[in-house]
Structure formats: C-alpha cells, structure tokens
C-alpha cells in the first residue's frame, strides 16, 4: 500500500504560480498529477517516470507546467505557472499505473486527498 500526501494548492490571480507537492510512503516507477473540476471528467496532467524525471504533459498545460522529482523525500512536484482560471480543480497525485494511457484516471491505483487549485 501506498500513502500519498498533497499540499500546495491555493488560490491565486490569473497568471500568477503555485507549486504543488506529493510525498509518497513508498518509492513507485510512475507518478502522476490529475485534475477534476466540478461536473468533469477527471484528466490528466502530467506524469513523471522516476527513474529518470522524464515528464509527460497533457496539451492544455504543456509549456506552463513542470513537473519533478526529488528522490531523497520521495517526492514530486507540479510547478504550475501562468495559471488560467480554466486550471481551477482539485488536483490529485497519482501512483501505481496498471499500464494502458497514463492520462486514463483508471488505470491508476493509489491516490492522495486532492489538493485545491483556484485561479481567478
């Protein structure tokens, strides 16, 4: 079992930054970051591959948000810049992939508590 701790979220004006943060209890290969806004589908963000800090990013947030790695506290990040109020969400960290499309929220096995993102 894995235990997967967010924080960082907030609230912030249009084109302003937040950094979110995902401890994990265990090393796992693959790490992601969902979103879900109300009345939608949850999509994905980003994932990460751990053993080298290769990222992958949905379009709607490529070239504004990175995502990375710091092995030594196991965990991972979500820097989010140039935020849009289209971003607001709650976001979640993923970990565990079963295989399949990264962005396919099934296909992951444990999640973390959700953390808010609201951008006005």
């Known amino acids: 079992h894995v235990q997967l701790v967010e924080s960082g979220g907030g609230s912030v004006q249009a084109g302003g930054s937040l950094r979110l943060s995902c401890e994990a209890s265990?090393?796992?290969?693959?790490m992601a970051w969902f979103r879900q806004a109300p009345g939608r589908e949850r999509e994905g963000v980003a994932v990460?591959?751990?053993?080298?800090?290769?990222?992958t990013y949905a379009d709607s947030v490529k070239g504004r948000f990175t995502m990375s790695q710091d092995n030594a506290k196991n965990t991972v990040y979500l820097q989010m810049n140039s935020l849009k109020p289209e971003d607001s969400a709650m976001y979640y960290c993923?970990?565990?992939?079963?295989?399949?499309?990264?962005?396919?929220?099934?296909?992951?096995?444990?999640w973390g508590q959700g953390t808010q993102v609201t951008v006005s």
């Open positions: 990460i591959y751990r053993g080298t800090g290769d990222a």
């Open positions: 265990r090393h796992r290969t693959w």
């Open positions: 993923a970990a565990e992939s079963r295989g399949g499309m990264w962005s396919d929220w099934s296909k992951w096995e444990y």
